[in-house]
């Protein structure tokens, strides 16, 4: 792994930046079933960091994937709210229908 070398020469050198596609790679191997220790103690990065860079990386996937997804899903939500209130009206209204029919046919009976 030449990352890897890559992170232990910048440990040595006091600098505490790491290369994002490394950030990536640590995240994908915690998501692939890595325990964050196993990862801290492997590469010499500290707990904190590592969460930090789960935690952030989750959120900018969930603001970036989510709200379309979200927008789409509001969408189908208020449509059908719009065709169920349509149908309430339709169904009350044959509902009434029905009534207003049956009480005359009732009132036309041939034993009243």
């Given amino acids: 792994?030449?990352?890897k070398k890559e992170i232990c020469k910048m440990k040595k050198e006091n600098t505490t930046r790491y290369p994002s596609e490394?950030?990536?790679q640590i995240v994908?191997?915690?998501?692939s079933g890595s325990r964050i220790t196993d990862l801290s103690s492997e590469y010499g990065i500290p707990h904190a960091t590592i969460h930090y860079w789960i935690k952030t990386m989750?959120?900018?996937?969930?603001?970036?994937?989510?709200?379309?997804?979200?927008?789409?899903?509001?969408?189908?939500l208020r449509n059908r709210i719009v065709e169920l209130e349509i149908e309430n009206?339709?169904?009350?209204?044959?509902?009434?229908m029905y009534l207003r029919d049956t009480k005359l046919a009732g009132s036309r009976s041939?034993?009243?």
């Fill in 1 to 3: 792994m030449n990352l």
């Fill in 22 to 24: 490394f950030k990536r």
């Fill in 28 to 31: 994908q191997s915690y998501k």
């Fill in 58 to 76: 989750s959120e900018n996937k969930k603001e970036v994937s989510m709200i379309p997804d979200y927008n789409e899903y509001y969408m189908e």
């Fill in 89 to 96: 009206e339709i169904l009350k209204k044959v509902a009434a």
């Fill in 110 to 112: 041939i034993f009243a």
